[in-house]
């Protein structure tokens, strides 16, 4: 995944990077076999007895686009939510240096319901994820290990290299959360927690009694916690100093989407705690019913689609061939449009259509076979589009002969009026 990395007076430099998902989102199974040692919220005792014991996600890269599906159905399981890490390479987390630096980034959150929580922040996690601190931990970045946040999280797997196995307590409310002996702390700093009533807020002038300014000074932090009666744990733990002294040394880029089994999110999107009037207990304007994980995971689009569309003829047609919605992966090939007003009407999800020959070339380099362009006449604009991402998860079904080889599209019009019957649309 791309990033740019920018000097003072607004020159800028492509980054090439990667971004790794979490080891806690890993399928952990034996050695020497497919038997899980982590299922659902509770570990095998017999695989993992002790600490020392060591043992299809929704995200998709396009440029400098991050994608992140909320819920992914897969071929075996369902996966909610995803944490990712932006990655240097196999064996280092990219370190980012925010004390006196700019961090800028566009999110679209139009699919971000009341109740989700879409979150950018960084972590002091250990650049190389851990590896060197800790023998046991032969994974490293590569497999997303060695997170760690300010809220000292206990339902880390793996911490320091051991399985957190210890005192292990599944949760009673959802069925992939728990919460072990060890937690896994290190400092954090929200850049940005919102879903999709998210609104940008100019800093005005405080109008709290006691609270005078419209930045954060470590007199503002003090004030505005006796002011609201929040706990003192930021200042308890250093305050802004802290903070500062953990902004001055690299930080992990952590970028996750989650749900909320404890509060509904309510703290973050609507009025928490939900009788209250107090200061601050506004949050947003999501319903205080609003935010039920169970409802919102029903709700979400689900996983991804994957499509071949192909050797299709479409003629004469007033309306539209393809329509292709968001969380679609679509291979397009090999398909006749005779008059056809509209050969494709949407195309928000991940799609190689196969326009010319070059691309042809392209799909056939990465499927091992070849691929047929799309022939177009008398009809209305077909849009060039090449994302390979399509290709990479078509290319997953194609050794389970779920991918037919498509005949050369000079072929399709005569092998279907043939032995197909024709209907009007």
């Given at each position: 995944?791309?990033?740019?990395?920018?000097?003072?007076?607004?020159?800028?430099?492509?980054?090439?990077?990667?971004?790794?998902?979490?080891?806690?989102?890993?399928?952990?199974?034996?050695?020497?076999?497919?038997?899980?040692?982590?299922?659902?919220?509770?570990?095998?005792?017999?695989?993992?007895?002790?600490?020392?014991?060591?043992?299809?996600?929704?995200?998709?890269?396009?440029?400098?686009?991050?994608?992140?599906?909320?819920?992914?159905?897969?071929?075996?399981?369902?996966?909610?939510?995803?944490?990712?890490?932006?990655?240097?390479?196999?064996?280092?987390?990219?370190?980012?240096?925010?004390?006196?630096?700019?961090?800028?980034?566009?999110?679209?959150?139009?699919?971000?319901?009341?109740?989700?929580?879409?979150?950018?922040?960084?972590?002091?996690?250990?650049?190389?994820?851990?590896?060197?601190?800790?023998?046991?931990?032969?994974?490293?970045?590569?497999?997303?290990?060695?997170y760690c946040d300010s809220q000292c999280p206990r339902d880390v797997n793996f911490i320091d290299g051991e399985a957190n196995v210890e005192s292990w307590a599944a949760s009673?409310?959802?069925?992939?959360?728990?919460?072990?002996?060890?937690?896994?702390?290190?400092?954090?700093?929200?850049?940005?927690?919102?879903?999709?009533?998210?609104?940008?807020?100019?800093?005005?002038?405080?109008?709290?009694?006691?609270?005078?300014?419209?930045?954060?000074?470590?007199?503002?932090?003090?004030?505005?916690?006796?002011a609201f009666g929040d706990n003192t744990s930021f200042m308890d733990k250093g305050g802004l100093a802290t903070l500062s002294a953990a902004l001055a040394k690299p930080m992990?880029?952590?970028?996750?989407?989650?749900?909320?089994?404890?509060?509904?999110?309510?703290?973050?999107?609507?009025?928490?705690?939900?009788?209250?009037?107090?200061?601050?207990?506004?949050?947003?304007?999501?319903?205080?019913?609003?935010?039920?994980?169970?409802?919102?995971?029903?709700?979400?689009?689900?996983?991804?689609?994957?499509?071949?569309?192909?050797?299709?003829?479409?003629?004469?047609?007033?309306?539209?061939?393809?329509?292709?919605?968001?969380?679609?992966?679509?291979?397009?090939?090999?398909?006749?449009?005779?008059?056809?007003?509209?050969?494709?009407?949407?195309?928000?999800?991940?799609?190689?259509?196969?326009?010319?020959?070059?691309?042809?070339?392209?799909?056939?380099?990465?499927?091992?076979?070849?691929?047929?362009?799309?022939?177009?006449?008398?009809?209305?604009?077909?849009?060039?589009?090449?994302?390979?991402?399509?290709?990479?998860?078509?290319?997953?079904?194609?050794?389970?002969?779920?991918?037919?080889?498509?005949?050369?599209?000079?072929?399709?019009?005569?092998k279907f009026t043939g032995n197909a019957g024709v209907g009007d649309i």
């Open positions: 995944m791309a990033w740019s990395k920018c000097a003072m007076g607004g020159t800028c430099t492509s980054q090439q990077g990667s971004v790794v998902i979490d080891s806690n989102w890993r399928w952990l199974h034996t050695t020497d076999g497919y038997v899980n040692c982590y299922t659902g919220n509770e570990w095998d005792a017999a695989l993992c007895p002790s600490n020392a014991e060591w043992g299809t996600y929704g995200a998709t890269t396009n440029g400098d686009a991050l994608t992140l599906k909320f819920v992914a159905e897969g071929e075996f399981s369902t996966n909610i939510g995803s944490r990712l890490y932006l990655l240097e390479s196999g064996s280092k987390y990219q370190g980012l240096t925010l004390l006196g630096n700019e961090f800028t980034f566009d999110v679209d959150v139009s699919n971000l319901d009341c109740g989700i929580n879409g979150a950018l922040y960084i972590s002091s996690m250990d650049l190389d994820g851990g590896v060197r601190k800790f023998s046991s931990n032969t994974a490293g970045p590569k497999c997303g290990t060695g009673s409310n959802d069925a992939n959360a728990d919460i072990g002996t060890l937690g896994a702390c290190c400092a954090e700093m929200d850049i940005w927690e919102a879903n999709k009533d998210d609104k940008a807020l100019a800093n005005s002038e405080s109008l709290i009694t006691g609270v005078s300014g419209n930045s954060v000074t470590e007199d503002y932090c003090v004030a505005q916690r006796a992990v880029l952590v970028m996750s989407l989650w749900d909320d089994h404890a509060a509904n999110m309510l703290w973050l999107d609507s009025t928490y705690p939900m009788d209250s009037t107090k200061l601050g207990a506004t949050r947003g304007s999501c319903a205080t019913s609003s935010g039920v994980p169970a409802d919102v995971d029903a709700e979400q689009p689900r996983g991804t689609v994957t499509v071949q569309a192909g050797n299709n003829l479409f003629s004469n047609m007033k309306g539209h061939a393809f329509d292709i919605y968001d969380s679609t992966s679509a291979l397009l090939e090999g398909n006749m449009f005779g008059s056809v007003d509209s050969p494709m009407a949407s195309y928000t999800g991940l799609i190689y259509n196969v326009p010319d020959s070059s691309s042809a070339s392209a799909c056939s380099s990465t499927l091992g076979r070849a691929c047929e362009v799309n022939t177009v006449t008398g009809s209305g604009g077909w849009p060039s589009l090449t994302n390979t991402a399509a290709l990479t998860t078509i290319n997953r079904y194609t050794s389970k002969m779920y991918v037919v080889t498509p005949l050369p599209d000079s072929s399709v019009k005569s």
